[in-house]
């Protein structure tokens, strides 16, 4: 049975930091792309980004990348792809999730929400 677990949310004043993580199981964790999404109260759920297993393939949704605040690692070790959230801003806030995918056409599975599994999800706060 496949799992995927994200973990360390919380909450947080606005400028600090947070480092979520994705643990996997039960599949081969070098197969898949793993992907971050959040939904912010009363929006509807955004692409963060994604990470393959291939050098130089993470990918960051366009407003994130700009900023450089978010950086997508992977361990394969492992099996956990960390999401690191610095410089945190109370818009940020949201319920986080990790979904897995095959590596094959990943931006267009990871923009279309099409993962194969799915996180239960991690909530952030950001607030003073």
């Known amino acids: 049975q496949v799992q995927l677990v994200e973990s360390g949310g919380g909450l947080v004043q606005p400028g600090e930091s947070l480092r979520l993580s994705c643990t996997a199981s039960?599949?081969?964790?070098?197969?898949?792309?793993i992907a971050w999404y959040r939904r912010a109260p009363g929006k509807e759920r955004e692409g963060v980004g994604c990470v393959g297993n291939a050098p130089h393939s993470t990918y960051y949704a366009r407003s994130l990348e700009l900023e450089g605040r978010f950086t997508i690692s992977r361990d394969n070790a492992k099996n956990t792809v960390y999401l690191q959230m610095n410089s945190l801003k109370p818009e940020d806030t949201g319920v986080y999730y990790c979904?897995?995918?095959?590596?094959?056409?990943?931006?267009?599975?990871?923009?279309?929400?099409?993962?194969?599994?799915w996180g239960k999800g991690t909530r952030v706060n950001v607030s003073s």
């Open positions: 039960g599949l081969s964790f070098g197969d898949y792309a």
């Open positions: 979904g897995a995918v095959e590596h094959l056409g990943l931006l267009a599975k990871y923009y279309d929400f099409n993962m194969s599994y």
